[in-house]
C-alpha cells in the first residue's frame, strides 16, 4: 500500500475551540514539502468555501479555496457531470458563491440543491421544491441528519425535510454530505487519485473512519476531540491505524513507506 | 368458503357525487334482513364518524354509527390495544369526537395521531409532534398519501410528513388507513370474524380489491365509478369477482352458497 494523497477532517483534527491543535499547521507544511496532494474535508453546509479557507489561513494553515472540499463543493461537480445548468437553491443564500457556474432560478431549475433552511421550511417552501422536483428536477441533499440539540430542545434538522420530499414525489435524493461515499467518491475523482491510495484522517469514528473505509479508502483516527475510549472497542469499525494527535502523521507515513519496502 | 362478513366502500360503491347508486339502498336493506354483518368503510379523515354516517342517513341508508369504520376508528382501537391513554390529535379538531374515550392532551401524549393538517404543518407545528415521538410516544398516522391535486398544482399530502417524522426520530408510524393491512385487521377483530369469511366490495382495483386481498379478504369489485376497463387486465391484482353494480351483490351470495352447497 502506498499512500499518494491525504484527505483531512478539520474540526477536532486541525483546530479545536477555533485554536489551532499543537502540530497541526507544521504537519500540513511538512506534507505539501513531501508533494502529497491534500484536501480539507468538512461538512460545513453553512458557509462558502471561500470562507472556509479565509477561516484556515487565519488560524496560519496553508489553505487555498481549491483544496476546500466541501459538500456544495461535491454538489457542483455532480451538477457538472449530470450536465444540469439551471439550478434552484434552496440554501444558505451565501453559497451561491459556490455555484457560481450555474443559472441559479427559482422556478423550473434542472436539479434542486437542497441545505439548511431550518424555520424557513415552512408548508409553501417545501411545496415550491416538492412541484420542482416531482416536475422532473434532480434532488441532490448537502447533508441528510436527523435533529440537532439547540439549548434544551431537539430541532428536525434538514434530513427530514429531504425524506419528505422523497416520499412526496417518490424519488431519491443525492446526499453528498459526509460519511456518503458520493462525497469521498468524488474528492478523488476531482484529484484523479486511486480509493486505496488515499487516506482519510478524522476523530469521528463513525463519520470519518466509518465513513472513509466504507468508501473504500485507508482511515486514520486520531485520538483528539470527538475521539472517546470507546472508539478502541466500537463494534464495528476499526479504523487501519490510530494516533494521539495530526502530529504523528508525518511518523506514521514515514513507517507505511518503510513497511511497503520491506516487503519488496 | 362461506360469506360472514360485509365490507362495503363508500364513494363509488354506495354513491357516486351524492346520489346513491341504483339498487344500493335496497341492497344494505337485504343484506342486514339476510342476517349479514356489514361495516362501511371509508378513508375519510377529515371528518368524524358521527358525520359520516348522518350523510349516509341523508341519503336514505340504514347506517348506524357503530357500522362506520374510519381509520379515526381504526386509531382509537389500536389505542386501546395499546393502553395509551393520553393523546395528541394533530388533524381537523373536529375529529375528537372519534376519540372521546381518550384525554386529548397538548404535552407528553403516549401517542401522536396524526392526519390532514394541511399547511398547517408548519416548522414549529413538525417539530413538536417530534419532540413528542422523540420522547417516546407513538405515532399513528391516518393515512399515507404522498400529494393531491389543487386546482393546476400538486400539493403535499399527509404522507411526506409523517415520512419526515420518521426520518427525524428513525422510527416507524403504524399507518391505519386503507389499504394499510392493520385497517381491515382491526375491522374484523371489532366483528370477531375471519379473514376468508369476510367479502369486501369496491371500485377501486388497487385500494379495495387489492389491499383487502393483500390482508386475506375475499374481494368483489364493481364495475362504477373508479372501475376501468384496464382494470380487466391489471398485472398484479385479479379480484375473486366482478360485477357490474352493488346490484349484483346479493345474486353474487346466493350464487356462492350454491357453489358451496354443491361441493358438500
Do not use: C
Amino acid at each position: 500500500m502506498t499512500i499518494r494523497v491525504i484527505l483531512l477532517d478539520l474540526e477536532g483534527v486541525l483546530y479545536q475551540q477555533g485554536e489551532p491543535i499543537e502540530g497541526a499547521r507544521e504537519t500540513v507544511r511538512r506534507l505539501r514539502a513531501m508533494g502529497y496532494p491534500l484536501r480539507f474535508l468538512t461538512n460545513t453546509t453553512t458557509r462558502p468555501r471561500a470562507e472556509i479557507a479565509g477561516r484556515l489561513r487565519a488560524m496560519g494553515f496553508e489553505a487555498p479555496l481549491e483544496d476546500v472540499f466541501s459538500p456544495t463543493f461535491a454538489a457542483a461537480l455532480e451538477l457538472e457531470t449530470g450536465g444540469e445548468r439551471r439550478v434552484h437553491l434552496a440554501a444558505e443564500p451565501a453559497l451561491a458563491a459556490d455555484f457560481g457556474t450555474f443559472e441559479l432560478v427559482e422556478t423550473a431549475p434542472d436539479a434542486v440543491v437542497m441545505g439548511d433552511l431550518g424555520a424557513d421550511f415552512t408548508w409553501e417552501r417545501l411545496n415550491g421544491l416538492f412541484r420542482m422536483v416531482s416536475g422532473g428536477a434532480r434532488l441532490i441533499a448537502l447533508h441528510k441528519n436527523r435533529y440537532w440539540r439547540k439549548e434544551q430542545n431537539l430541532v428536525l434538522d434538514l434530513g427530514p425535510f429531504v425524506a419528505a420530499l422523497e416520499y412526496g414525489a417518490d424519488i431519491e435524493a443525492l446526499v453528498v454530505g459526509k460519511p456518503a461515499r458520493a462525497f469521498y467518491q468524488l474528492s478523488l475523482r476531482s484529484l484523479g487519485a486511486a480509493l486505496e491510495e488515499t487516506l482519510m484522517i478524522g476523530d469521528d469514528i463513525e463519520g470519518d473512519v466509518g465513513g472513509a473505509q466504507n468508501a473504500g479508502l485507508v482511515a486514520v483516527q486520531v485520538r483528539t476531540d470527538k475521539y472517546r475510549d470507546e472508539d478502541e472497542h466500537h463494534p464495528r469499525i476499526r479504523p487501519d491505524y490510530r494516533i494521539d494527535s495530526i502530529l504523528e502523521l508525518v511518523p506514521l507515513l514515514e513507517r507505511i513507506d518503510l513497511q511497503r519496502a520491506a516487503m519488496h
